[in-house]
């Protein structure tokens, strides 16, 4: 069993600040499609499903980068992906972003800009700082609980990581808690002999070097 609560925990009709990994390629402007439009709508559609306002927090690239861009075009594409409108809103914790959340009906989904974008977001700090930064602090108290299902940037010492979960309820998404069990079963299986595993995300240059 995880060690932790997961959606299926969730009481009916939240409001919830749901952290996605929606970071992907970016060709001449354009944001490429990839696998995790699709991993992450089944959570976002889940829980817009089961009546649940739901706002979307993911991050784009790094500041200085060229692809650092606007989330703009991620809500085009993981709308298609959840099958129901993903609206977006260019703003993060200010007045903006405050008014589309409050607006929100039960099963309507937002997303807002690009959380590094916030300067708040990126500085490596430990939870409880964190949990005190203006980012957090403003944006907190519009929500009844906090889902992560961003696992591959869960390492990460970020605010919208690791602050929100020690001001709100929080639970994992069903990409959290999917890789979750497949990472830990491995602790139980039973091999034949000596075995050498080669772990690693997506990007190829980083699993090359391993390698």
Not at 56 to 81: K, N
Not at 90 to 108: N, T, W
Not at 162 to 171: E, K, M, N, S
Request: hydrophobic letters at 40%; a negative charge.
């Amino acid at each position: 069993q995880p060690m932790f609560r997961t959606i299926d925990d969730l009481p009916a009709e939240q409001r919830l600040l749901v952290r996605l990994d929606l970071n992907s390629p970016v060709e001449d402007g354009e944001v490429q499609d990839n696998r995790r439009f699709s991993r992450h709508a089944r959570t976002v559609r889940e829980l817009a499903e089961a009546g649940h306002r739901v706002v979307c927090l993911a991050h784009q690239g790094r500041p200085g980068r060229d692809t650092f861009v606007s989330l703009s075009q991620h809500a085009e594409v993981l709308s298609e992906h959840v099958g129901r409108e993903v609206a977006f809103v260019a703003d993060i914790h200010g007045e903006e972003a405050q008014a589309a959340i409050v607006d929100l009906e039960p099963g309507e989904i937002l997303l807002l800009e690009n959380v590094r974008m916030c300067e708040d977001e990126l500085p490596e700090k430990d939870p409880k700082t964190h949990a005190e930064s203006e980012f957090v602090e403003t944006l907190a108290p519009f929500f009844d609980a906090y889902v992560n299902d961003a696992y591959s940037a869960a390492h990460r010492k970020h605010a919208s990581l690791v602050g929100f979960p020690l001001v709100l309820p929080a639970y994992a998404g069903r990409v959290m808690e999917s890789e979750y069990e497949a990472n830990t079963a491995i602790a139980t299986r039973e091999f034949d002999g000596p075995v050498t595993m080669v772990v690693g995300g997506t990007k190829a240059t980083d699993v090359i070097g391993v390698m």
